[in-house]
């Protein structure tokens, strides 16, 4: 076994001690209700159960990445697959972090399935070394990449957290008009999670299925010169064609569902490299998502935010509030300095500019405003509890789009890292 | 507002307009808040604000305006919206074309989003006079906030007074009660020594019953340390803007050539361009033949003009200053200068040609004679040849008027006129179009047009040792960015003021023996489950054993 077959099955590893872990945390919260025995000793005896599982997970993480490191002879760090799973290490860094100052196993109920869809989101993406380009040939590909990741996982933390608190505050039983209004939000960031579920679904289905399409498209593009060309390009479709890329023809197309050629056309304005197979992800995403809902909702006969609110009963909201600030408050320093300065430091030196107002610069600027104009809601006007919750998640939100959606949808100088 | 008009507390210590809570002895000042049970707000320690004026002016109404936190979270707010918008469609100073024009590209491309986006100006979104002036108004603002907070905050914090009133301290978030046996002097006393353990700084006041146990105050002073690195950073960001302060300009260098670099004294030489692609060893399955490149890269030999710079009719003199490959993440830097690698151009250049003249009659050939594309001589022999240049072209092409004419400068499809004597010619000679390239040749029919003569003589190269040519062009981007070292002692500060606001905090523990009824409080601006911790350790050890999270008094705000 070499390394990186070493690697890839620490991954794996990692991903099952994780669910394992989960399936833990889950345990030690309903054994309190269940169990027989001293439900305090319950709780101390299976959340450490759980806490060495989800370490354990993380340590196999660790091999994954170190062992990736030494094979490839680069730092994992450089594209769409890497980058990812290196998110998920540090969503568990961050969370083993938190947990060593607050001691609360329970966050691990919702950090942990986060890292676990993140590193399912990860393995959409081609796994291979890719030798680096000329413009990642630095150290700083090292130190830039891994802080910002650090940083970001803190505010997923912080997320997951304040997530957990809108689920444990909100009331279901609540029928004024603010009731009902937080009750519907809170459904539709549970079912924005579903959606991402969802994508992970549809990109394993097809794949497994061996789905594809191809087509031809023709891109008329003005040249710095203002010269116009036109080039015909094939684009390579891995589920089934809902939308098809901007101005071309169906070369070869699976039948899925008696769908031979795309339903619709990706409009012109999309204009990420590949917007058209994007675009179609994004939609097959939806609807596999919602069907997931849908049958979720089936089953429980009521919304899922009052089925998860009184599994978290036992929980002081209070700790909950305090552990999503001091999460972003711990992450937010790390950001400045990872997804910042050190990415002005290489700018500085690859393009010769530390600034440029390129769309990933500008969306890291903000995210660094968003999180600290949380900072100063939550020292200066006071907001605590569900405003700040709810603050969260929207910044998790924003940092989902600056990691994922600027390089789906804004042609930049990141785009390199290609998203399926 | 209304402002109490008598601003003495019970203490004797005589407070400013504005005071919160008495900056000696921690008594709310304002009647509501007196009565009131909830626990106190503790922001800058109740202390008046310097722009909490009796009667404002207008100077006092502006600074009141940038002094106001919320107006500053406006602010960010309205900025990172308007940064977003910008990123919608790219900005036009993405494009380098001189012949771009947004007005035309933006509908033309994206339709009526396009049009809308061009004529509300986002196609320059961050050049635009309202997105410098929201970074303007909040540099503004970071300074007149910290100003307005930081002095009467450091005054607060240095004549801060051990005994306290009962009312701050039952109204902290973190309080406890609870009667007393014992000696109260030995009881604060061994409390103090618990809390010293934990690093805080102790003292007791000269009764031996009130206590003030203090750490990290210096955490206190981080968010304006920060500021201030922020107010560099705004700042380096507009001095870009000063005129030299910011070179960004972009020069192409053909293989072997030398060429000024715009603006300033210096000379670069490109020893020569290389792509180098990674072999199908190093790449992944999927990737074999893709031609990944490895690395780009350029040879460079920087000079410096010491005599007959900018000078039209002499050649400057030159000193070999600098040497360096540059590679995409390896610039030139010399002094402020940079040169980075930005793009290249693989077409050869062809620059000279030592071509033979053939007398096609006989067969004999004489030469060569040496011909080169820039600054050409003008008279040349070859056997019983003498050639006379009297015309060339560096770009030949026909316009529409059927008339030869020249698109450039550069030597894309060269062309030379001669005027040839020489045996079997007539004898003021006659006139000979010379196409050095092969390709020129045919596309312009030399042949046809130098009718007879073509049946007499030719002008041919033999070999390829016989041309000389650049085998690539390099662009380089030049840049000088003299604010750079500045953003980056801002963003020193700005870290340290993180680091020191966010990994450290200020906590404070204040108590009070009256009677034998203990009574304790205790305040930090962040991390209250470690204050608790604290507090609960202290008591511990003198032999009170409780739940920390009991010391909570409902406030609990992070």
Same mark, same amino acid.
């Given at each position: ?420 | ?70 107006? +500053?979270? *406006?602010?960010?707010? !309205? ?7 910008? &990123?919608? =469609?790219? @900005? #036009? ?80 978030? +973190?309080? *406890?009660?609870?009667? !007393? ?7 604060? &006393?061994? =409390?103090? @020594? #618990? ?82 692609? *990674? ?100 008279? *040349? ?178």
């Amino acid at each position: 076994m070499n390394w990186l077959q070493f690697s890839s099955t620490s991954l794996s590893a990692a991903f099952f001690l994780y669910l394992f872990a989960t399936v833990f945390y889950m345990v030690t919260l309903a054994g309190k209700k269940w169990s027989k025995g001293d439900p305090k000793q319950h709780e101390a005896r299976w959340g450490k159960i759980a806490f060495v599982t989800s370490t354990l997970g993380l340590i196999a993480h660790l091999l994954f990445f170190f062992t990736r490191w030494i094979g490839s002879g680069q730092i994992p760090t450089s594209n769409m697959y890497e980058f990812v799973t290196l998110l998920g290490m540090t969503i568990m860094i961050a969370y083993t972090i938190i947990f060593f100052i607050y001691k609360k196993a329970l966050l691990g109920m919702f950090a942990l399935p986060l890292a676990i869809i993140v590193i399912a989101y990860a393995s959409v993406f081609p796994s291979e070394v890719q030798p680096l380009i000329p413009a990642l040939q630095s150290n700083w590909l090292k130190i830039h990449v891994t802080m910002a990741a650090l940083g970001e996982a803190f505010f997923a933390v912080g997320f997951a957290a304040g997530l957990m608190y809108l689920l444990r505050v909100i009331d279901f039983k609540d029928t004024s008009k603010n009731g009902k209004r937080a009750q519907r939000w809170l459904e539709f960031t549970l079912i924005s999670i579903m959606i991402v579920i969802g994508f992970i679904i549809a990109a394993f289905g097809f794949k497994g299925m061996g789905y594809t399409a191809t087509f031809q498209q023709e891109n008329a593009s003005v040249s710095q010169v203002g010269e116009i060309t036109t080039t015909t390009s094939t684009v390579e479709y891995t589920m089934p064609p809902i939308f098809k890329p901007y101005n071309s023809e169906a070369v070869e197309v699976q039948s899925f569902l008696g769908i031979q050629d795309g339903l619709l056309e990706t409009p012109s304005w999309f204009n990420g490299v590949n917007s058209g197979r994007k675009l179609n992800t994004v939609v097959w995403s939806i609807i596999v998502g919602l069907l997931l809902y849908g049958i979720v909702r089936l089953i429980i006969r009521k919304p899922l935010g009052a089925a998860i609110h009184p599994a978290l009963e036992g929980i002081d909201p209070d700790d909950l509030d305090e552990i999503s600030y001091r999460a972003i408050v711990i992450g937010f320093p790390v950001f400045t300095l990872g997804a910042l300065i050190f990415a002005m430091i290489w700018a500085e030196k690859a393009w010769g500019r530390f600034w440029g107002w390129d769309p990933k610069e500008v969306w890291a600027l903000v995210t660094w405003l968003y999180y600290s104009a949380y900072l100063h809601f939550r020292l200066s006007r006071g907001w605590h509890g569900k405003p700040s919750a709810w603050l969260s998640v929207i910044g998790f939100v924003i940092v989902l789009f600056t990691l994922v959606g600027v390089n789906l949808l804004i042609a930049g100088l990141h785009s390199y890292a290609g998203v399926n | 507002m209304l402002l109490p008009v008598n601003t003495k507390c019970e203490c004797g210590h005589q407070n400013a307009v504005g005071t919160v809570l008495c900056e000696a002895c921690g008594k709310p000042l304002e009647k509501e808040l007196l009565e009131s049970n909830e626990p106190l707000e503790m922001r800058y320690d109740g202390v008046a604000r310097r722009s909490q004026k009796a009667n404002p002016d207008l100077l006092d109404k502006i600074w009141n305006f940038f002094s106001s936190v919320k107006i +500053a979270i *406006y602010m960010i707010v !309205l900025t990172f919206i308007g940064a977003m918008l910008g &990123t919608i =469609y790219p @900005q #036009a100073s993405s494009f380098l074309s001189n012949t771009f024009d947004p007005s035309v590209y933006y509908p033309e491309t994206y339709g009526l989003p396009g049009k809308i986006y061009y004529f509300l100006g986002l196609h320059n979104t961050y050049s635009s006079w309202w997105f410098i002036a929201l970074l303007v108004m909040i540099g503004t603002s970071l300074v007149i906030c910290s100003i307005d907070r930081v002095l009467p905050l450091y005054r607060a914090l240095n004549k801060q007074q051990i005994r306290k009133h009962m009312s701050f301290l039952k109204r902290q978030k +973190a309080t *406890y009660s609870a009667p !007393l046996a014992g000696d109260a002097v030995e009881w604060t &006393t061994q =409390y103090g @020594q #618990a809390l010293r353990k934990k690093g805080y700084k102790v003292t007791i006041d000269e009764t031996g019953t009130a206590l003030l146990a203090e750490k990290n105050r210096f955490s206190r002073w981080g968010p304006y340390i920060n500021h201030i690195g922020l107010i560099l950073v705004l700042l380096v960001l507009l001095a870009r803007s000063i005129p030299g302060w910011n070179v960004d300009q972009y020069v192409s260098i053909a293989d072997g050539d030398t060429v000024p670099i715009a603006d300033t004294n210096y000379y670069a030489k490109s020893e020569g361009f290389k792509v180098e692609l *990674y072999d199908n060893e190093e790449l992944p399955e999927e990737l074999q033949n893709s031609g990944r490149v490895k690395s780009y890269k350029t040879d460079i030999v920087l000079y410096e003009c010491t005599e007959n710079c900018h000078d039209d009719f002499e050649r400057p003199a030159l000193t070999e200053v600098h040497r360096h490959t540059i590679l995409v993440n390896s610039p030139l830097r010399y002094k402020e200068l940079k040169l980075h690698q930005f793009d290249f151009n693989l077409t050869p250049r062809i620059n000279a040609v030592s071509p033979m003249i053939v007398n096609l009659e006989t067969g004999e050939s004489y030469g060569p004679f040496h011909l080169t594309m820039v600054e050409p001589e003008l008279n *040349y022999e070859a056997g019983p040849y003498k050639l006379e240049l009297i015309g060339k072209y560096m770009d030949f092409s026909i316009n529409s008027q059927g008339e030869p004419i020249t698109l450039s400068n550069n030597p894309n499809a060269p062309a030379f006129i001669f005027n040839i004597k020489g045996p079997g010619l007539a004898d003021n000679g006659e006139v000979y179009m010379y196409f050095p390239l092969e390709k020129d040749k045919v596309r312009f029919s030399q042949d046809v047009i130098n009718r007879e003569l073509s049946k007499k003589i030719a002008i041919k190269v033999e070999g390829m040792e016989n041309v000389d040519y650049s085998a690539a062009t390099t662009y380089l981007n030049i840049r000088i960015d003299k604010a750079a070292k500045y953003l980056w002692v801002g963003a020193f500060f700005c870290m340290l003021g993180l680091t020191m606001g966010t990994y450290w905090q200020h906590r404070r523990i204040w108590l009070r023996i009256d009677d034998g009824q203990l009574t304790l409080g205790a305040h930090t601006n962040k991390n209250w489950y470690g204050l608790r911790a604290d507090v609960a350790f202290a008591l511990k050890r003198c032999g009170i054993e409780l739940d920390p999270k009991s010391l909570d008094n409902g406030g609990h705000k992070g």
